[in-house]
């Protein structure tokens, strides 16, 4: 009975951790971080349309390096990357207790929680080792990491398969996620109520345009794995670097990476209006 009891107070304990202002801070800190990573995509990714590239990544390593050469670029990672810490134990708290809203404790909804901790948990970690001197680990190129990764794959028994399922995964992702932001339905998340009716419209065309954007990315991207399982290519594996690149060899040309360019900026932007509005 002790036990229980013992065991009920923490849980009860726990719930209230997981609903306090610190952990409210710790989400809202996260959604400027993401915001700022975006948003330096956004522009790396207009420089490539206009140039060459260089030896630029229009990726989350770009953004990195990026931040890095500017002053106090340390300690802004060190700011960005405990950001992303909150960002990630608020989906912890989710995944655990439950979203806000009425269908929040949904199995499904918890589980893509659980998700979202990982991979925010896993950019917090290449961020803050950057800002503590390796160099290697917050900037390699997702390109580079991409083939490594399928290359591997492919050589397991059914890892054929595997690619596959992952790029119809991936791709199946940004289509849902394209769906989701033309449907408008991270309305539901914010507080509409202490938006004037301007600043709606324009959260509204953020995070429409953004979200359309950023869902193409997964999309294409999850299409390049598909075709490095069909033709055991893993060089047909594309981080977000080269897919956005890829955007360039289409009819039209380097206008259609401007748009995404201008997309994911706009999700960063949107992303700072989450940190402000939205309910955690």
Do not use: H, I, N, Q
């Given at each position: 009975m002790a036990t229980g009891s013992a065991t009920g107070r923490g849980r009860r304990q726990a719930r209230?951790?997981?609903n306090s202002t610190a952990?409210?801070?710790a989400a809202r800190a996260g959604f400027a971080a993401r915001g700022v990573i975006y948003l330096l995509i956004g522009v790396l990714s207009l420089r490539i349309a206009f140039s060459d590239g260089g030896g630029e990544q229009?990726?989350?390593g770009g953004a990195i390096a990026e931040i890095a050469?500017?002053?106090?670029?340390?300690?802004?990672?060190?700011?960005l990357g405990i950001a992303l810490v909150g960002m990630a134990l608020w989906r912890l708290t989710e995944a655990a207790f439950g979203q806000a809203g009425p269908d929040g404790k949904k199995a499904?909804?918890?589980?893509?929680?659980?998700?979202?901790?990982?991979?925010?948990?896993?950019?917090?970690?290449s961020v803050l080792?950057?800002?503590?001197?390796?160099k290697g680990s917050g900037s390699g190129s997702s390109d580079k990491d991409s083939q490594d990764i399928t290359a591997k794959v492919l050589d397991w028994p059914g890892g054929q398969w595997i690619v596959g399922i992952a790029g119809a995964a991936v791709a199946g992702a940004g289509v849902w996620i394209a769906v989701r932001a033309f449907r408008r339905k991270f309305q539901k998340h914010l507080k509409k109520s202490d938006m004037s009716p301007k600043t709606r419209k324009v959260v509204n065309f953020l995070g429409m345009l953004g979200g359309a954007c950023r869902g193409a990315v997964f999309a294409v991207a999850g299409g390049f794995a598909i075709a490095a399982a069909l033709k055991h290519k893993p060089g047909k594996a594309k981080g977000m670097d080269d897919t956005l690149r890829s955007f360039t060899d289409t009819p039209a040309g380097p206008w259609l990476l401007v748009l995404i360019a201008l997309g994911l900026a706009a999700y960063g932007v949107?992303?700072?209006a989450n940190a402000?509005?939205?309910?955690?």
């Open positions: 209230r951790a997981a952990v409210s801070g229009a990726d989350r050469e500017k002053p106090f670029g340390t300690v802004l990672l060190w700011l499904s909804k918890r589980a893509m929680a659980a998700g979202r901790c990982v991979f925010y948990g896993f950019a917090a970690y080792s950057y800002a503590a001197g390796e949107f992303s700072w402000r509005w939205r309910k955690v």
